[in-house]
C-alpha cells in the first residue's frame, strides 16, 4: 500500500482515493512539482514514473495533478528534487542543460520541462548519438504538454538536445520485492467508505464491479480526475482498469486487431507504427506526451465524448468493440451501434469495454485522418474526419465534432465511387459536399463555429479524395504528420 | 573590538558584470525546484484558505444571499461579504470601481460576492458553491459595439490631433477605409495569483505577494484594514510570470488574504485555481479600431483619421493609460504627417481588463500595420516598401502627440534585416511559388515596432533601491522592482557588481520589500531596469564617492586616483582586496549603506493638448515571418522568423534574446491561436488551458533568427542600454500580416482582406473566402 517517491515509501493507505499525485506530493513539502493548472494542460506538475517489468526499467513522464496517487501504487515517481539528489553533487544533464542555455526565465515551469526532458533521456539513451534533427523531434514531443510562457521555447529546445548529448549517472531505484499474491485484486486505499481497487485480472475486475456496483471505472483517469480537479467533486470509489491482463494486451493475427481497452495510446503508438501509421501519425496530436502515457483508448471511447478523436478513426475502419458484464456475459458491437446520444452509449452500467477489434483488412485500406484545431499541439478538435478507401472503390467517412457522437456518413458514403481513372469524378465529391451538408448540422463553440464546421467537413472530404487518389500527394501544411 | 569576517572571494576572475551573458540569478533554483513561489511556502496546521463565491449574473441587483449552508461547509472558519470589510471597500487602482466584494449590484460574471476562509484549499473551493444567491437581473452591455452606442464608457474619450486631417485626407490622391477586431488576451502567467498574509504583533499585517505592484498592495492592504501605511508590509521575492496580470490585478488576493488574517489572527493563503483565474482576473482589452486615411500614389500617407475602442470592462483600472497607449501606438513607427488619433474606453460588464505586456501599444500598431498593408494593396507595391517611405525619418518625424522622433533606428535596422533575411529575393520566390500551388499559399511579411519607454503617467517614473555593503565586502542590494522572469534581479546584480568591479556573486538581490525601499512604481512599462537600475547605480555612486574621499584623505591621493579592478582596489601605489579596502573604511567609520535615487528626465505630456514628449526614447526592432497557409482548412504554419531587436547597448545578451523570443512568441499566440470567447450572457467560454491555447514549442518556427542591433542609446540610461520587456511582444505582428499576405497572394495581392484577431484556422479561412468572393466579382465583372 505505498509507492516510492525518490526511493522512499510513502504510505497511502489512509490517502482518500481521490487524492492526485501532486497534492501528495505537496503534503510530502515537495514542492518542486508545481500546479498550473490542475488539469493536466501545462505540464508543470510533470513528474516521471518508473515501472518495472522483469529486467527492464521504463520512464515516463505523467502529470501528477490528474493522476491518482493510489493508482501508482508500487511505482518509483521521481521528482525533481529526487532527481537532483541521485546526481548531484552535479546537476541532471537536463538540468545542467537549461542552465547553460537560459531555458528558464520565471521559472515556475521549469521542474515540469526538466522532468519532461529527464524521462526522455532516461527512455531513450539511443537519442545520444542520434542525429540532430531526431534528438530535436523527440524533445518536442517530449514536451508536448509542457507549456512556458515565458522564453518562447527555443532554448529549451536547445536545452533538451543538449542534454540527450551528456552523459549522466544511472538512477538507482529501491525496489519494493514483496510480490502481490498473484490472484488477489489489490486494494490501494481502504478506509471507511473509501476504496481503489486494482484488479489483475479480468475475473477480479467482474467482482469488484459486483462488490462494488457504483465504483467509477478509470484507466488513465486523464478525464474522470477532472471532475475532482476542476468541480472539486469527491470521488470515493474507483476500480482501475490498468492492471487487467486481458484488457492491456494487444493482439493481431492474419483476421484481426485487437487491441485492449486500457492499452495506453505511447503504447499504441509503438505497438500500431507499422500497421497503423496515419493513427499513430494522429496520436501524436492528441493530447501531450504527459496525457498519452496515461490515457487509453477504450477512456477515449467510453467517454462518448462527440469531440473524441480516436472514434472517427475507428467508425470509418467498422471496429467491433467487445463488451463484458459483471456477470461474466460477453457481447460484441459495432462501434457504428455504441453511440446513442450525447455522451450516451449502449454499455450497460455493469459493463466493461474489454477490446476494440479492426479487421485485417480495413487496416489495409488507405486511411487519411484530418484533425483541425486552433492549436496543432494539445488541443481538442474543432472537427476531426476519418476517411477511409475500400477495397471496392468506396469511401468511408466518419467524423468528430460535427454532432451530438462521432458519426459516420452512410447516406454521403454511397454517392462515391472510383471511377475507371481510379479518381472520384469531380461532380460526385460535389455532390458529396453537399449531401454532408444536409446530414451534419454541428454546433458553435468555444473551438468553431457551426458554419466553419460545416464548411471544413466538406472540404476535408474533397482533401480526403485528392490525396487517397494520388498517394504522393499531400495538399495540406503540416505534412510530416 | 569585535572580529571582523573574513574574506571568502575566490574567484576575482568572473566578473560578469554588465555586458556578460551572465545566467539567470536564480537558474539553479529554478531547475531543481528549490526556487520557492508562495504556494510552496510551509503549511502549518494554522494556515486557512481562501476562495470567492462568485456572481453568476452579468449585470443584476443582488436580491437575497443564503450563506447558512456555506458556513456549515466542512472546514469553513470564516465567511464574509462586503459589510465586513473595515475600511476602504473599493481596491480600484487609480479610480476606484473595484469593490473587494460586491454590494447590492454586480457588474460581471465571476464577480466575487462573498469569501470563505477554510481549513483547506478544497474545503474552501466546496463551500463557495453552496451559497444560494438570488437575482434580479438588469440589462448588460457586452460588447464594444454596445457600449459605443449606450456611450457607455468608463472615462471620458480622448484625443491626437495634428494639422487638419480632413482637409488631407480628402485632398490625397487616394483615400482608404478600414475596420479590425482586435481580440484580448489572457496573460496564462503558470504561476496564478497568490498571497499570503501575517498578522503580527503589532496589529499590523506581513503579505507576501505574486504582485508586480508591492507599494500598491501595501497601500491598499493599508486601506482595507483601516491601517496606517507603515503597519503593511508587502514583499514579493519572484513571480511566476506577471506580463502585466499581476500589477493591478493582485490586490484583491492580497486584500482578502490580510483581511482574514486580521480577523481570525492567522496565517491566510489565498490562491485562485486557474479557472478562477481565468474568469475573475482581467485580460488585454479587445480593441475596435476604424480609420480613414489618404495617401499618394507612393503610398506615402497624408492623413489619418482613427478611432480606437477598446472593451475596458466594469470599471477604468488601467484603462486610462492603456488606451492612452493605443493611442500613442496607433502610428507605430510611422508618420501620419496630420492625423487624428481618439480613444474611447467602454464600459462592458465583463471583467475588468488590465495591463498586458505592451499596455495597449499592441492594439494600436495593428491598426497602423493593417494601414501600411492596405495602402500597399491598393497601389500594387510590396507592403516593405510602403513601410520604408512612411517611417519616421528626418523631415517626417513628428508623433501625432507632438513628441519629435530624434534617434532613426529602423530606416536602417529594418534594410538591413531585410538583406540578412533575403526579403526580396524570397518574396520573388513565393510570389512564384503560389502560382502554381493550388492548395498551400506562402506568405511573407517585416514589420517594425517602434515602442515609447517611460511610464505615461509621469509621476511613476521614479525608483528606489538600498545598498549595503557588509564588511566582508559582500552587497546585499534591495530596489522596488520586482522579479518575473524577466531578469532584473539578474541585470541589477550585474549593475551594482560592475560598479565596483567585483564578481557578482559578491552582490545579492534581496527580495522586494516595502520596508526596504518604500514608495515603489509597478515593475511594469518594460521600465523596470531603467529606473531601478539607475537608482541602484545612484547608491552605488553615493558610497563610491564617500570611498573615494576616504581613500584621498587616508592614503593621501586624489579622490580619482581610488581605482577598482577585479575584485581589487588601488589606491595610489597602495593594492588590496575590495574586501579588505571595505574594512579599513568600516573601522574608519565610513557609512557603508546607501539609498539611491532616479527619476526619468525631460519627459512630460499634457492630456489637455493631446501634446508633449511622453517618451524618454524609443526602443525599436522588426521581424520577418514566413508562413504557409492550407487554403482548404485555413491551417497555418510558421516556417521562419528573422529578428533583428534594439536593446541599446545591452546588459546582458541572454537575458535580451530572452526576452525578445518569448515575447515574440506571447505576440504570435496572441494573434494565432488564443481565442477569448464569451457567450451571450456575458460568461467567459475560454475559461480553461483546454480551450484557450497559448503556443507550445511546436508551434515556434523551425528557422528562427534572433539577432541584437548593435547600436548604443543615444540618451543616457544605464549603461546606455534600452528597455526590452515590451517591445518584441509587437514583433508578433509580423506573422499576422504574412498570413494575411498569403491569404492575399488568391488575389494576386490586389485584395486585402479582413482578418480579425486572433487569426485562427477559421478567421483565416473566412479571410480566404472573402478573397473568392472578390476573386467572382472580377470574373462576373
Known amino acids: 500500500m505505498a509507492l516510492y517517491i525518490n526511493n522512499e515509501a510513502i504510505d497511502i493507505q489512509q490517502v482518500p482515493a481521490d487524492t492526485s499525485l501532486l497534492q501528495l506530493l505537496r503534503q510530502q513539502q515537495l514542492t518542486g512539482t508545481k500546479e498550473g493548472c490542475a488539469s493536466g494542460d501545462c505540464g508543470a506538475c510533470t513528474v516521471m514514473v518508473v515501472e518495472s517489468s522483469g529486467q527492464s526499467l521504463t520512464a515516463k513522464a505523467i502529470n501528477s495533478c490528474i493522476c491518482p496517487a493510489a493508482s501508482l501504487e508500487n511505482h518509483y515517481i521521481m521528482t525533481v528534487e529526487g532527481l537532483t539528489a541521485q546526481q548531484a553533487p552535479t546537476l541532471h544533464p537536463a538540468q545542467r542543460a537549461m542552465v547553460e542555455c537560459h531555458g528558464s526565465q520565471c521559472g515556475f515551469c521549469t521542474p515540469g520541462f526538466v522532468m519532461s526532458l529527464a524521462a526522455l533521456k532516461q527512455a531513450r539513451p539511443d537519442l545520444a548519438t542520434a542525429q540532430v534533427e531526431h534528438q530535436r523531434q523527440a524533445v518536442l514531443d517530449a514536451i508536448s504538454g509542457n507549456l512556458c510562457r515565458c522564453t518562447g521555447y527555443r532554448p529549451i529546445v536547445e536545452a533538451g538536445c543538449q542534454s540527450l548529448k551528456i552523459p549522466a549517472q544511472s538512477f538507482s531505484f529501491v525496489h519494493n520485492n514483496e510480490s502481490t499474491a498473484p490472484c488477489s485484486s489489490t486494494t490501494t486505499v481502504q478506509k471507511a467508505d473509501q476504496i481503489y481497487l486494482k484488479p489483475k485480472n479480468e475475473k477480479q475486475l467482474q467482482q469488484a464491479i459486483s462488490d462494488y456496483p457504483s465504483a467509477r471505472l478509470i484507466a488513465g483517469g486523464t478525464d474522470l480526475m477532472l471532475e475532482v480537479t476542476q468541480q472539486y467533486q469527491t470521488i470515493n470509489q474507483f476500480i482501475d482498469l490498468s492492471d487487467v491482463d486481458e484488457l492491456t494486451q494487444t493482439s493481431i493475427d492474419d483476421d484481426s486487431l485487437l487491441i485492449g481497452a486500457a492499452v495506453t495510446y505511447s503504447d499504441l503508438e509503438r505497438q500500431l507504427a507499422d500497421i497503423a501509421p496515419e493513427f499513430v501519425a494522429l496520436l501524436h496530436r492528441l493530447g501531450s506526451r504527459q496525457i498519452r502515457n496515461r490515457a487509453t483508448l477504450g477512456g477515449n471511447i467510453c467517454n462518448a465524448s462527440p469531440i473524441a478523436d480516436s472514434p472517427p478513426f475507428l467508425l470509418a475502419l467498422d471496429a467491433i468493440l467487445h463488451l463484458a458484464s459483471s456477470t461474466g456475459q460477453r457481447r460484441s458491437v459495432a462501434l457504428s451501434e455504441f453511440y446513442l446520444g450525447y455522451k450516451q452509449t449502449a454499455m450497460a452500467s455493469d459493463e466493461y469495454l474489454t477490446s476494440i477489434e479492426i479487421s485485417r483488412s480495413a487496416l489495409r485500406q488507405p486511411v487519411k485522418l484530418y484533425k483541425v484545431s486552433k492549436r496543432y499541439e494539445d488541443d481538442i478538435s474543432a472537427v476531426m474526419g476519418a476517411f477511409s478507401l475500400t477495397a471496392q472503390g468506396k469511401l468511408t467517412i466518419a467524423f468528430g465534432g460535427m454532432a451530438a457522437t462521432p458519426i459516420r456518413m452512410n447516406d454521403t458514403e454511397q454517392l462515391l465511387q472510383l471511377d475507371i481513372n481510379g479518381e472520384f469524378a469531380e461532380q460526385a465529391i460535389t455532390k458529396a459536399m453537399a449531401s454532408l451538408a444536409d446530414e451534419l448540422t454541428p454546433l458553435s463553440d468555444v473551438r468553431a463555429s457551426a458554419a466553419y464546421r460545416s464548411q471544413m467537413a466538406g472540404n476535408l472530404l474533397r482533401k480526403a479524395c485528392i490525396e487517397l487518389c494520388q498517394p504522393d500527394l499531400s495538399i495540406g501544411v503540416f505534412t510530416d504528420a | ?781
Open chain 2, 1 to 781: 573590538m569585535r572580529k571582523l569576517v573574513e574574506s571568502e572571494i575566490t574567484n576575482r576572475n568572473s566578473i560578469n558584470g554588465v555586458g556578460s551573458s551572465l545566467q539567470h540569478e536564480s537558474a539553479i533554483k529554478h531547475v531543481t525546484g528549490r526556487a520557492q513561489y508562495i504556494d510552496d511556502l510551509p503549511q502549518s496546521n494554522q494556515l486557512l484558505h481562501v476562495a470567492t463565491g462568485k456572481s453568476s449574473q452579468a449585470h443584476a441587483k443582488i436580491t437575497a444571499i443564503n450563506l447558512d449552508a456555506v458556513r456549515k461547509a466542512p472546514g469553513v472558519v470564516d465567511v464574509i461579504v462586503q459589510a465586513d470589510i473595515p475600511g476602504h471597500v473599493d481596491v480600484g487602482p487609480v479610480y476606484g470601481g473595484d469593490p473587494l466584494l460586491a454590494g447590492d449590484t454586480v457588474v460581471f460574471v465571476g464577480q466575487p460576492i462573498f469569501a470563505v476562509a477554510a481549513t483547506s484549499f478544497e474545503a474552501a473551493q466546496r463551500a463557495v458553491r453552496l451559497a444560494n444567491i438570488d437575482y434580479q437581473p438588469l440589462p448588460p452591455i457586452l460588447t464594444i459595439d454596445d457600449a459605443l452606442n449606450a456611450e457607455s464608457f468608463v472615462l471620458p474619450p480622448h484625443q491626437h490631433l495634428q494639422g487638419d486631417p480632413d482637409a488631407a485626407i480628402d485632398a490625397a490622391p487616394h483615400q482608404i477605409e478600414g475596420e479590425i477586431y482586435v481580440r484580448g488576451q489572457e496573460h496564462f502567467y503558470l504561476e496564478g495569483q497568490i498571497s499570503q498574509a501575517w498578522p503580527n504583533e503589532d496589529g499590523g499585517i506581513h503579505v507576501i505577494s505574486s504582485t508586480q505592484h508591492p507599494t500598491e498592495i501595501q497601500k491598499l492592504v493599508a486601506e482595507v484594514l483601516a491601517l496606517p501605511l507603515h503597519q503593511v508590509v508587502a514583499e514579493v521575492r519572484r513571480m511566476g510570470g506577471g506580463f502585466g496580470g499581476k500589477e493591478s490585478q493582485a490586490a484583491p488576493l492580497a486584500c482578502m488574504a490580510a483581511l482574514f488574517a486580521s480577523r481570525q489572527q492567522r496565517p491566510v493563503r489565498y490562491r485562485m485555481p486557474r479557472q478562477d483565474d481565468m474568469i475573475q482576473t482581467g485580460k488585454r482589452h479587445d480593441f475596435k479600431n476604424r480609420w480613414r486615411a489618404g495617401f499618394n500614389d507612393d503610398g506615402r500617407l497624408l492623413g489619418v483619421d482613427m478611432l480606437l475602442a477598446g472593451k475596458c470592462g466594469c470599471s477604468p483600472d488601467l484603462s486610462e493609460g492603456i488606451v492612452d497607449r493605443a493611442m500613442f501606438h496607433a502610428s507605430n513607427a510611422y508618420s501620419f504627417n496630420s492625423a487624428r488619433v481618439v480613444g474611447v474606453r467602454c464600459k462592458t460588464n465583463t471583467v475588468s481588463n488590465t495591463a498586458f505586456r505592451g499596455f495597449g501599444g499592441p492594439k494600436g500598431m495593428m491598426a497602423a500595420e493593417t494601414l501600411m498593408d492596405d495602402v500597399a494593396r491598393a497601389l500594387g507595391k510590396d507592403p516593405l516598401d510602403v513601410r520604408l517611405i512612411n517611417l519616421y525619418q528626418p523631415g517626417q518625424d513628428i508623433t501625432p502627440y507632438g513628441q519629435q522622433v530624434s534617434q532613426h533606428v529602423l530606416p536602417d535596422l529594418m534594410r538591413k534585416l531585410a538583406d540578412d533575411a533575403d526579403y526580396r529575393s524570397r518574396r520573388q520566390s513565393i510570389t512564384e511559388f503560389n502560382q502554381q500551388s493550388p492548395f498551400v499559399k506562402k506568405g511573407l511579411a517585416l514589420t517594425p515596432v517602434q515602442f515609447g519607454i517611460s511610464f505615461t503617467a509621469k509621476h511613476l517614473n521614479q525608483a528606489g533601491a538600498l545598498l549595503h555593503i557588509y564588511t566582508d565586502g559582500t552587497m546585499l542590494i534591495s530596489h522596488g522592482g520586482t522579479e518575473m522572469g524577466q531578469g532584473l534581479y539578474t541585470k541589477i546584480q550585474q549593475i551594482v557588481a560592475t560598479a565596483f568591479d567585483v564578481p557578482v556573486s559578491m552582490v545579492k538581490v534581496s527580495s522586494t520589500r516595502t520596508d526596504k525601499v518604500p514608495n515603489t512604481s509597478p515593475t511594469a512599462a518594460s521600465s523596470g531596469t531603467d529606473l531601478n537600475g539607475m537608482a541602484a547605480l545612484d547608491a552605488c555612486n553615493q558610497i563610491k564617492k564617500r570611498l573615494a574621499q576616504f581613500a584621498a584623505g587616508h592614503f593621501n591621493i586624489a579622490d580619482y586616483e581610488l581605482q577598482y579592478h577585479k575584485g581589487s582596489i588601488s589606491a595610489g601605489d597602495q593594492q588590496m582586496s575590495f574586501a579588505e579596502f571595505i574594512q579599513l573604511a568600516y573601522m574608519n567609520r565610513i557609512s557603508l549603506a546607501a539609498s539611491g535615487f532616479y527619476r526619468t528626465p525631460k519627459i512630460h505630456y499634457d492630456k489637455k493638448t493631446g501634446q508633449g514628449q511622453p517618451f524618454f526614447y524609443y526602443a525599436n526592432g522588426a521581424a520577418v515571418a514566413e508562413v504557409c497557409i492550407d487554403v482548404l482548412t485555413g491551417e497555418y504554419k510558421v516556417e521562419r522568423v528573422d529578428i533583428l531587436h534594439d536593446v541599446g547597448k545591452s546588459l546582458n545578451p541572454a537575458i535580451d534574446i530572452g526576452q525578445i523570443e518569448g515575447g515574440f512568441v506571447q505576440g504570435m499566440g496572441w494573434l494565432t491561436t488564443e481565442e477569448l470567447l464569451w457567450d451571450d450572457q456575458g460568461q467567459i467560454l475560454s475559461n480553461s488551458p483546454a480551450n484557450y491555447k497559448i503556443p507550445t514549442a511546436f508551434d515556434v518556427p523551425y528557422q528562427f533568427n534572433v539577432a541584437l542591433y548593435p547600436q548604443d542609446n543615444k540618451v543616457d540610461t544605464i549603461h546606455l542600454s534600452k528597455a526590452v520587456g515590451e517591445p518584441p511582444l509587437m514583433l508578433g505582428i509580423a506573422v499576422w500580416a504574412a498570413l494575411r499576405d498569403a491569404i492575399s497572394s488568391t488575389t494576386d495581392y490586389r485584395f486585402s482582406p479582413r482578418l480579425d484577431t486572433p487569426a485562427t484556422p477559421e478567421r483565416v479561412y473566412w479571410a480566404l473566402q472573402q478573397c473568392a468572393d472578390y476573386q467572382h466579382q472580377q470574373e462576373a465583372s
